[in-house]
């Protein structure tokens, strides 16, 4: 064997230009592959480090009308008859839920308006009116002043917590702690200025992963509020939301929907577009990931036609090479060579014009999937088994096309070799 691969060797390399240009089919399908897989496992890669840079593993679970992606803001919907106030019973059964960590309960306004801190405004805010979980679970720490504390929530204290945002745009270069700002005509002292714990930001790279991360949140920043407290501003009571923490990321696609079951369980509505509905990024990044294989499989059947195409020139060059040592192959015959020596030294030598294709194509792939990360802005991630399964295919492909050639060169009759010029 080893005698073969030399002779193999031997054989290209006394013919440089023909053995490249019939590598080149093989060199172009193999490069185009790598680089597609791995375009398109760096974005898949990026979609899920988005969700895991994230930290949280929350899951938003909304009191939607007619889908998951229109939850239901009291700005300007009508409070619904038959919604229930969500009880610490109603959380123990969510925290039995397989995977939950831990559930809360808030409600919220997006783009509020009437917030002011003297003549600033504070326009296109959000507030929320939460528990003593949200932010824990939400994965929100405060990083100067205090949390709500017990007696905020019994008192109905007019307290108030800002998010980085919202404080830098009320008070600039101020501290925010002590100072009264209004929401509504209500004044509310600022106890703590919270931030998410991660400061990781999402990698974007479309519009919709910008949508799939972000949402559409423009806004300014976040007010967040005792829950008790809540009706103080907007007169009465709002049906609540759910946020739930998953165990890990994997989790986050199971709990969303038996935690949405058990929150329908308790409505009393006759409208039945009116549900909870869990609605979490990880399911929609899997799902952008499985539109991503499935383009990616389609671009692959395309670039095996460039090994296709290889593979018949491999096939046409070694019956050129058979028809050219005619004359070897009747003197080895003569000498007592057999069919199958004859028939492995060929193929050995298609497999090696082709593996060797493979691993220059592997090559060529990687700097073409560097050169289109940094061309789209796109991330790679370059597969290993992608580049083993794309070197063994391109031998297998030697083996397949070489054959026939083989076939032919070990059936020829040993004097009609020799007598060939």
Same mark, same amino acid.
């Given at each position: 064997m080893l005698e073969n691969i030399r002779l193999s060797f031997q054989g290209i390399w006394s013919h440089k230009m023909r053995s490249f240009l019939t590598m080149l089919g093989i060199i172009i399908g193999i490069a185009s592959i790598i680089a597609i897989v791995s375009?398109?496992?760096?974005? =898949?890669?990026?979609?899920?480090?988005?969700?895991?840079?994230s930290g949280t593993n929350a899951v938003d679970i909304n009191l939607s009308q007619g889908s998951a992606d229109n939850p239901l803001d009291f700005s300007w919907n009508s409070v619904p008859y038959g919604i229930p106030v969500l009880t610490e019973n109603i959380r123990e059964e969510l925290l039995n839920v397989d995977g939950v960590e831990d559930a809360t309960f808030y409600v919220s306004r997006t783009y509020a308006d009437g917030i002011y801190y003297?003549?600033?405004?504070?326009?296109?805010?959000?507030?929320?009116?939460?528990? =003593?979980?949200?932010f =824990?679970?939400?994965? *929100?720490?405060?990083? $100067?002043?205090?949390e709500f504390i017990d007696s905020d929530y019994k008192n109905f204290h007019k307290v108030a917590?800002?998010?980085q945002d919202a404080a830098s745009t009320l008070f600039q270069e101020e501290s925010a702690l002590g100072k009264t700002i209004e929401i509504s005509g209500e004044p509310f002292t600022v106890v703590g200025v919270a931030q998410l714990q991660s400061e990781f930001e999402?990698?974007? =790279?479309?519009?919709?992963?910008?949508?799939?991360?972000?949402?559409?949140?423009?806004? $300014?920043?976040?007010?967040?509020?005792? *829950?008790?407290?809540?009706?103080?501003?907007?007169?009465y009571d709002e049906p609540q939301n759910v946020s739930v923490r998953a165990a890990d990321v994997k989790a986050? $696609?199971?709990v969303g929907k038996p935690c949405a079951e058990i929150l329908n369980g308790y409505l009393n509505t006759s409208s039945s577009e009116i549900k909870y509905r869990a609605k979490n990024t990880l399911e929609n990044v899997e799902k952008q990931q499985q539109i991503n294989q499935s383009t990616n499989q389609q671009l692959?059947?395309?670039?095996s036609i460039s090994l296709l195409v290889g593979g018949i020139g491999v096939m046409n060059i070694m019956l050129v090479s058979v028809t050219e040592r005619t004359s070897e192959i009747g003197l080895k015959k003569a000498i007592g060579a057999r069919k199958r020596v004859i028939l492995t030294q060929f193929l050995t030598e298609a497999a090696v014009l082709t593996s060797m294709g493979g691993i220059i194509g592997v090559v060529a792939g990687i700097a073409m999937a560097q050169a289109i990360s940094k061309i789209a802005q796109?991330?790679?991630g370059i597969s290993i088994p992608a580049i083993i399964g794309s070197v063994i295919f391109s031998t297998v492909i030697g083996v397949i096309f070489g054959f026939v050639p083989s076939i032919k060169a070990s059936n020829l009759n040993p004097i009609d070799a020799l007598r060939h010029e």
């Open positions: 375009t398109i496992q760096g974005t =898949n890669e990026q979609l899920m480090q988005n969700v895991v840079g003297l003549n600033q405004s504070l326009q296109g805010a959000d507030i929320y009116g939460i528990d =003593n979980r949200y =824990n679970v939400n994965g *929100y720490v405060v990083r $100067t002043g205090r917590i800002l998010d999402p990698v974007i =790279n479309s519009i919709d992963e910008y949508y799939t991360y972000m949402g559409d949140d423009s806004s $300014t920043g976040k007010v967040f509020i005792p *829950y008790e407290s809540w009706p103080i501003i907007y007169q986050m $696609t199971t692959i059947w395309i670039a796109v991330p790679v």
